[in-house]
């Protein structure tokens, strides 16, 4: 149980367009979920977190109006890079909690965003 | 500000060895500290979650100890097999963040043949 899973799995993308990555728990209602980007050989960086039904919380120096994050059910969040620029092509990783143990996060298998 | 650090960054080792990871973080009021897989390209895998009460947890080949007062943790690996390459990622819940948590830089582990 507590499977998380991400789509697409790979995209590519002109500069300028803007696109959504899906995050959804499969079998269990996720009162939290958390996106992260990751760089090439780095470490997992927290983007924000968001509550169902609730404005995502942001970490410094993330751009809410580039980073749209919507959670309008307990499966689904959904990531928008908006005008999207080479220097957002990375890993984006998302995360669920809310199953079992409060504080345990289950992590979805990444999506590779690529800006042309 | 709350960081957590690992070493090796790389690690290279001949199959069979019994090998150690280490992470570090800044502040001892932590909630969980856990260890996780990820391999080339792919998500994450959880390994191993300490609570702040524990002292250590294992799982088959894999031993996590946690020392809050020192804010260390070390992931121990019997036997190595080259199945357990991957980079090995330390993340620390600390108190008062809302679950959130702080990964470490990554230890990439390679066992060789």
């Known amino acids: 149980g507590a499977v998380v899973s991400q789509h697409p799995s790979r995209v590519i993308c002109k500069s300028g367009t803007s696109v959504k990555i899906e995050c959804r728990s499969l079998?269990?209602?996720?009162?939290?979920m958390f996106w992260y980007r990751q760089f090439p050989k780095k470490s997992l960086m927290l983007m924000a977190t968001s509550n169902e039904g609730s404005k995502a919380t942001y970490e410094q120096g993330v751009e809410k109006d580039k980073f749209l994050i919507n959670h309008a059910s307990l499966t689904l969040s959904t990531l928008t890079v908006t005008s999207a620029h080479p220097e957002d092509s990375s890993f984006y990783i998302c995360?669920?909690?809310?199953?079992?143990?409060?504080?345990?996060?289950?992590f979805g298998p990444g999506t590779r965003l690529t800006v042309l | 500000k709350q960081e957590v650090t690992q070493i090796p960054a790389a690690l290279s080792v001949p199959e069979g060895e019994n090998l150690v990871l280490n992470c570090s973080f800044t502040?001892?009021?932590?909630?969980?500290l856990q260890w996780f897989r990820q391999d080339p390209g792919k998500g994450l895998t959880s390994l191993l979650l300490?609570?702040?009460?524990?002292r250590e947890q294992t799982s088959g080949r894999l031993n996590a100890s946690l020392d809050k007062s020192s804010g260390r943790s070390t992931l121990y690996i019997a036997a190595s097999q080259p199945g357990d390459s991957a980079t090995y990622l330390c993340a620390v819940s600390f108190t008062g963040g809302g679950n959130k948590l702080t990964f470490g830089t990554g230890t990439q582990l390679k066992v060789e043949l």
């Open positions: 300490i609570q702040s009460s524990q």
């Open positions: 079998d269990f209602q996720a009162t939290t």
């Open positions: 502040d001892s009021a932590i909630y969980n």
């Open positions: 995360s669920a909690s809310g199953a079992g143990g409060a504080d345990t996060q289950y």
